[in-house]
């Protein structure tokens, strides 16, 4: 039931950038954003909008590196701000709410990054709960401030490309 509303959200969402190509790099940006920040992401991910609007992009002849550019400046700063919630609250931002509903979202985050270090920042980008855990795991463990964010704006723009690029590409193959 909750992935049906999900899946309505984002087909409004779709809609409305298909009506108003203008807003469409804003709005990317925004729902980038929702998805790598560590509260919001929980609540309402975007993938499925982000990956139908890419869909647009290849049907309805939106400019790509535009878009591209908001969906990756957006997850890069949603990530930027998870890490800083993390390195500011440290442990006890797990006991809020809704990070306190998801038991299992902080040490999943924590373990990765204790494993792999600043590896982990790209490797949590592409896997759904761990994409906005790990950064704030990183600064919870403190991790230093530049290899975080050159890893944190490397994997959001490889992220973003591969998130919106199927839909570019294969809706020109199909047309």
Request: aromatic share 18%; no cysteine.
């Amino acid at each position: 039931m909750a992935f049906e509303a999900f899946e309505q959200h984002a087909q409004f969402v779709i809609d409305f950038v298909r009506s108003n190509q203008a807003w469409a790099a804003p709005i990317v940006a925004a729902l980038a954003f929702g998805e790598s920040l560590a509260f919001i992401s929980l609540l309402l991910p975007a993938t499925v909008a982000l990956v139908g609007i890419g869909a647009l992009i290849g049907m309805s002849g939106l400019d790509f590196a535009p878009i591209w550019l908001a969906a990756s400046i957006g997850a890069a700063l949603g990530d930027w701000l998870s890490f800083w919630f993390g390195w500011k609250f440290k442990a006890s931002i797990a006991r809020t709410w809704p990070l306190s509903m998801y038991p299992d979202f902080m040490p999943r985050g924590h373990a990765l990054v204790e494993r792999w270090g600043i590896y982990a920042i790209f490797i949590g980008r592409f896997f759904g709960p761990l994409r906005a855990s790990v950064p704030l795991a990183a600064g919870i463990l403190e991790m230093p401030w530049w290899p975080f964010q050159i890893a944190n704006f490397a994997s959001a723009f490889v992220w973003a490309a591969l998130l919106l690029a199927p839909g570019v590409f294969g809706m020109k193959f199909l047309f």
